[in-house]
T-cell receptor, first 115, second 115 residues
Framework: AQKITQTQPGMFVQEKEAVTLDCTYD???????LFWYKQPSSGEMIFLIY??????QNATEGRYSLNFQKARKSANLVISASQLGDSAMYFC????????????FGTGTQLKVEL | SAVISQKPSRDICQRGTSLTIQCQVD?????MFWYRQQPGQSLTLIAT?????????ESGFVIDKFPISRPNLTFSTLTVSNMSPEDSSIYLC????????????FGPGTRLLVL
């Protein structure tokens, strides 16, 4: 069975600084996908970025980039130039190809951006 | 990206009653999922809603408690039956992106409080 671990329950960052949110995963399946979602206090789940296990390059989407280290089984999210609106809960998730694409989520990291 | 709506957005219900949550997508999708997020927790998959056949439930979730319908490729319902305060959660539907397997989008969620 697959597992996602997020060891940082809470993080603080100064506005305009970069921040890294950690995510490690465990699976014996060679084909999988890794996702990051943002959940503001309103409760909606906002898709941020995706990394496939066979992708050669790290994924980037605007200010979001994914530091994918396959040998270490880590998929850390890097947010550059943090903004006050980035304050939210962030979830890392994984799907297994052939597993119906259902997602397994980590416990989340609460990020607070300060002035 | 797929546009997903859910009804109701929130509700307060009495124990012992049932609530049906609707999920509507603006385009045809193959895979639809229902998740539960209990207060302060991560997301847990309830079931995969299959078009034209019975839903596939995850361990710990049963059809009698969470009956699901999927009459077509754009619509699904989740019923929370015989509710208790422990059912107080955010319920979210998600869909696999039409353009490929790389993304899953979530609806805005239904906040349920059971008294």
């Amino acid at each position: 069975a697959q597992k996602i671990t997020q060891t940082q329950p809470g993080m603080f960052v100064q506005e305009k600084e970069a921040v890294t949110l950690d995510c490690t995963y465990d699976t014996s399946d060679p084909s999988y996908g890794l996702f990051w979602y943002k959940q503001p206090s309103s409760g909606e789940m906002i898709f941020l970025i995706y990394q496939g296990s066979y992708d050669q390059q790290n994924a980037t989407e605007g200010r979001y980039s994914l530091n994918f280290q396959k040998a270490r089984k880590s998929a850390n999210l890097v947010i550059s130039a943090s903004q006050l609106g980035d304050s939210a809960m962030y979830f890392c998730a994984m799907s297994l190809t052939g597993g119906g694409n259902k997602l397994t989520f980590g416990t989340g990291t609460q990020l607070k951006v300060e002035l | 990206s797929a546009v997903i709506s859910q009804k109701p957005s929130r509700d307060i219900c009495q124990r012992g009653t049932s609530l049906t949550i609707q999920c509507q997508v603006d385009s045809q999708v193959t895979m639809m999922f229902w998740y539960r997020q209990q207060p302060g927790q991560s997301l847990t998959l309830i079931a995969t809603a299959n078009q034209g056949s019975e839903a596939t439930y995850e361990s710990g979730f049963v059809i009698d408690k969470f009956p699901i319908s999927r009459p077509n490729l754009t619509f699904s319902t989740l019923t929370v039956s015989n509710m208790s305060p422990e059912d107080s959660s955010i319920y979210l539907c998600s869909v696999e992106a039409v353009r490929g397997r790389e993304t899953q989008y979530f609806g805005p969620g239904t906040r349920l409080l059971v008294l």
